[in-house]
């Protein structure tokens, strides 16, 4: 395997639409650190994300860059240019040294007939009985399994290959991770296509730090995981377990970890999560980005005032749109509009009643999982606010920094600390 800029064990990916809140998404990493447990910041944005906000990639590095600066933070971070493709890379590269390839597209339609047989093949090992440690039934695939799943797959793979092979000559092997993403596509891939994936990344020669596989169950924007939390546990474990024969089995870098997209605010599987990168003394990389953007919201409605108000317009308006806003989100949302409040109600609410309503606090009775995801999806709508809004956020940055902080500090990443 080639060279490649290593990735620390545990890492966190942070994503902040406005590009306002790096100081204090990086002050959760250093307190993190003060507990004796390092995350490596990585600021995530995709290309998606910098259209919808107009933004250019180069200002995630730069944001990158003074909140480092600006708390002395000494030790590797990085930036994420995440979900692209080859024709959206170039104006990642000189930013970024971090890739995301996503190629979730290409998963379903064949690589050629010959490709599919010459990786058939050369893999006779992952034909018959694989007995892999620490799972306790050995996978039991056929020859047939090994091509629907080559089929399946070995196109998305060689994509991945090609953006890999495309950033690597003008940015040099040695100056960048590669994660491969394979979350947003309609079912999810189990353990025994997971290695089979693996044995052909290791054949294209990327150099992988983190995959990105689709779990089982819905990982909905900005609330709980929804679905069978032992079925996730077991498969979770299981995908440990390939990662580890894998990385002895094929030559990949060594630390090579899932990672875990739309990972904010599943809380109900942290635990489940620790457990299992404890028991096998794995790392993991957890990416958010729109946890952040609700606790904006949150520090601008906790400030009342001109605060609360701009909070309670841009759920009017999203109300308004609900549909419209919803329709692309239709995967990763769940809202019961009969539980969401009419604008007039959230005309007259206080402070608190918004708070409580939007901080994810499932303790909380006035907690409304729908209109958490409907605002989480309506960002366009502080875009369009511009310099209104940024200007909000400025003027109440004290109490906006300490919920960002706070959120991702207590919320994710005290509940996987590793030691506990
Ligand atoms: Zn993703």
Not at 8 to 14: A, I, N, R
Not at 153 to 161: I, N, R, W
Not at 276 to 305: M, N, S
């Amino acid at each position: 395997m080639s060279q490649f800029l290593p990735l620390g064990k545990y890492s966190f990916g942070l994503g902040d639409r406005f590009g306002q809140q790096g100081k204090a998404q990086l002050r959760a990493c250093a307190l993190a650190t003060g507990l004796g447990a390092h995350f490596v910041p990585v600021w995530n944005k995709s290309n998606r994300e910098h259209s919808f906000i107009g933004s250019e990639p180069s200002s995630l590095r730069a944001e990158a860059e003074a909140a480092v600066k600006a708390l002395g933070w000494k030790t590797p971070y990085h930036v994420d240019a995440d979900h692209i493709r080859l024709e959206t890379v170039d104006r990642f590269i000189a930013p970024s040294d971090f890739f995301t390839l996503d190629v979730a597209d290409s998963i379903g339609k064949p690589a050629s007939a010959a490709d599919v047989k010459a990786f058939v093949d050369r893999h006779p090992e992952l034909i018959g009985t694989v007995a892999i440690p620490h799972i306790a039934q050995p996978f039991a695939i056929t020859r047939a399994e090994v091509e629907r799943v080559a089929n399946k797959f070995l196109l998305a793979v060689q994509d991945a290959g090609k953006i890999y092979q495309h950033i690597a000559k003008s940015k040099g092997v040695a100056n960048f991770i590669t994660e491969v993403s394979m979350d947003e596509t309609d079912s999810p891939q189990t353990p025994p296509e997971l290695l089979i994936i693996l044995a052909a990344i290791a054949d294209q020669k990327i150099p992988i730090q983190t995959i990105a596989p689709k779990f089982t169950g819905r990982f909905n924007k900005g609330v709980d995981y929804a679905g069978d939390v032992k079925q996730f546990e077991k498969e979770f474990n299981e995908d440990l377990a390939v990662i580890a024969f894998a990385i002895r089995k094929y030559g990949l870098p060594m630390s090579l970890k899932l990672s875990v997209h739309s990972g904010s605010d599943k809380f109900s599987i942290y635990e489940p999560m620790r457990r299992a990168l404890k028991k096998f003394d794995a790392g993991v990389h957890v990416k958010t980005a729109g946890t952040t953007w609700l606790e904006e919201l949150i520090g601008l409605a906790e400030a009342g005032g001109d605060g609360l108000e701009i909070a309670k317009e841009i759920y009017a308006y999203a109300i308004e749109h609900v549909d419209e806003f919803c329709a692309p989100y239709a995967s990763v949302i769940d809202i019961d509009k009969s539980k969401l409040p009419s604008a007039t109600t959230v005309n007259g609410w206080s402070s608190l009643q918004f708070v409580s309503a939007l901080r994810h606090d499932q303790k909380n009775p006035g907690y409304n999982p729908s209109f958490r995801q409907l605002l989480h999806v309506s960002f366009k709508v502080a875009a369009k606010k511009g310099d209104r809004y940024l200007n909000a956020l400025k003027k109440h940055e004290a109490v906006v920094a300490r919920n960002v902080t706070e959120n991702l500090f207590e919320r994710h990443m005290k509940p996987l600390l590793p030691g506990k």
